[in-house]
């Protein structure tokens, strides 16, 4: 139970933070189709900063001594490296979408076919390879929770909640959740996030009443792009063993999928990421999953081929958007080019 609650959250934190990219950007009035190019470019972006500061005498030696602090700064600093980069690259859509007027759906797309190729591109050119990973050593090692780390030896049992929350778990989770529930308090209990999302709603109106819905749309999709970026980092390092190739496994599109079932509401997207994390580690992990805790009856004796497991989560998807995007109600002006002489 410990591994499953473990796993599920490491497939749906990167999932939760990524949708609140897209309601940030949805509620401002602009559709980011280009969540999943933007994980990819904050996922190389952050691999590579970790990748460079390797060669810092400080961090390798914090990683030899095990030395938390320092390796913990290391990797809040790729965090931010990586929402910093992720926000710049949203700024293309924000350009094309508000002072072009372009479709938004297919500046979206466009990034999304950019992003991989963009990124190949470059870890040809600095690795020599088609994947761009650590330098030495491996996420695990480097950036996980240990037991050692608050002084417990091995052997000490810590109990459930220690093995399942605190031990082989990431610190980049749990500052993901933070960002999460101050974002979200930011979206709908202050006078920005107010602004933010009447130029979602009525952009005319907002703009009658000196809300500037120009500057209100780039705060949505810049914010936006700076989640989708973490959110690719995030996932690099807890599930890809911090490597980056040019993919996210579709989990910008998955993201899409937990904002729209979520209704674009923080509480009720929290609740659908844990239920499709549930699924991607279902798929993901099938083969480890004790169903009686003795180690044999595992998902993988039950018969049932291996494809369908890797497939659940996506069925999953087709699944619920069916009978939920009739009762969504998305804001009634996203997608729609603002113009300030229209009214």
Known sequence: MSFLIQQTLLYAVPLMIVALAGVFAERSGIINLALEGIMIFGAFIGVLFVRSMQSFDVFTEAARSGDWLTLQGLELLAMLVSALMGAVFSLLLSFASINLKADQTVGGTALNMMAPALVLFLVRILANQNTLQMAT??????????????????????????????????????????????????????????????????????????????????????????????????????????????????????????????????????????????????????????????????????????????????????AVLAFTSKKSRAPKAEGIPYDKGSR
Not at 192 to 202: A, K
Not at 296 to 318: D, E, F, K, Q
């Open 137 to 318: 050593g491996d996420a695990a090692s480097w950036f996980m929770i240990k037991k050692s780390t608050f002084g417990i030896k091995k052997n000490v049992d810590i109990g459930f909640l220690g093995e399942t929350f605190i031990h082989k778990v990431y610190l980049a989770t749990y500052i993901c959740i933070l960002v999460f529930i101050i974002l979200s308090i930011i979206l709908y209990k202050t006078r920005f996030g107010l602004r933010l999302r009447s130029c979602g709603e009525n952009p005319q109106a907002a703009d009658s009443l000196g809300i500037n819905v120009y500057k209100m749309r780039y705060a949505g999709t810049t914010i936006s792009g700076a989640l989708a970026g973490m959110g690719g980092f995030v996932y690099s390092l807890t599930t890809a063993n911090c490597t980056a190739n040019g993919d996210v496994a579709g989990f910008g599109f998955l993201a899409l999928a937990v904002m729209i079932f979520g209704n674009w509401k923080p509480l009720n997207i929290a609740g659908a990421s844990l239920l499709f994390g549930l699924f991607k580690c279902i798929a993901a992990a099938y083969s480890s999953i004790d169903l009686n805790g003795d180690g044999i009856y595992t998902l993988a004796n039950l018969g049932i081929s291996s494809h369908l497991y890797r497939m659940l989560p996506y069925l999953v998807t087709l």
